[in-house]
T-cell receptor, first 112, second 113 residues
Framework: ELKVEQNPLFLSMQEGKNYTIYCNYSTTSDRLYWYRQDPGKSLESLFVLLSNGAVKQEGRLMASLDTKARLSTLHITAAVHDLSATYFC????????????FGEGTQLTVNP | DGGITQSPKYLFRKEGQNVTLSCEQN?????MYWYRQDPGQGLRLIYY???????QKGDIAEGYSVSREKKESFPLTVTSAQKNPTAFYLCASRPGTANTEAFFGQGTRLTVV
């Protein structure tokens, strides 16, 4: 059974600081996705990582994938209040068809 | 505009009542999913379907049922057997070939009264 674990689950940081969210998964996969969820809202796709060593960047967010370590990171640079949200990683594996498994989410609060 | 539409946005259910949540997509996606989200929690997979007339149980299928009679539609029925149905329900879809992200509807908030 595929397990996806994120840490930290809660993150409070000051504006202007850097931090990294980690996503570990238990079974070999080369397909990992990051999403953002604002309170009471649906999920918005941020990044799609499809190979070992993949790196994607959008604004102050950068995601990477290390399939050998079964680890993805979401790095936040110079955080701003607008980045406050919950961030989810999700993984699927070829042997499970289209099944998509999510981590527990990291609730990020950026304080002025 | 292409997208995924969930309805209703808010739904109230009496104890012992079955209710059906609608999910429709016009993206021509093969795969569709239902997730449940409890306050402060992650997403748990209820059911998913990769093609019409076929679907698989997820991690928490007990007390739920689905159908996939049309490619565009994947309704979820919350039955009276689901003892704690109050939650936020999210429907998603993606193309049949993997390596693409799933796209989500706006969600249905179900409350038992």
């Amino acid at each position: 059974e595929l397990k996806v674990e994120q840490n930290p689950l809660f993150l409070s940081m000051q504006e202007g600081k850097n931090y990294t969210i980690y996503c570990n998964y238990s079974t070999t996969s080369d397909r990992l996705y990051w999403y953002r969820q604002d309170p009471g809202k649906s999920l918005e796709s941020l990044f799609v990582l499809l190979s070992n060593g993949a790196v994607k960047q959008e604004g102050r967010l950068m995601a990477s994938l290390d399939t050998k370590a079964r680890l993805s990171t979401l790095h936040i640079t110079a955080a701003v209040h607008d980045l406050s949200a919950t961030y989810f990683c999700a993984v699927d594996i070829k042997t499970s068809g289209s099944r998509l498994t999510f981590g527990e989410g990291t609730q990020l609060t950026v304080n002025p | 505009d292409g997208g995924i539409t969930q309805s209703p946005k808010y739904l109230f259910r009496k104890e012992g009542q079955n209710v059906t949540l609608s999910c429709e997509q016009n993206l021509n996606h093969d795969a569709m999913y239902w997730y449940r989200q409890d306050p402060g929690q992650g997403l748990r997979l209820i059911y998913y379907s990769q093609i019409v007339n076929d679907f698989q149980k997820g991690d928490i299928a007990e007390g739920y049922s689905v159908s996939r009679e049309k490619k565009e539609s994947f309704p979820l029925t919350v039955t009276s057997a689901q003892k704690n149905p109050t939650a936020f329900y999210l429907c998603a879809s993606r193309p049949g070939t993997a390596n693409t992200e799933a796209f989500f509807g706006q969600g249905t908030r179900l409350t038992v009264v």
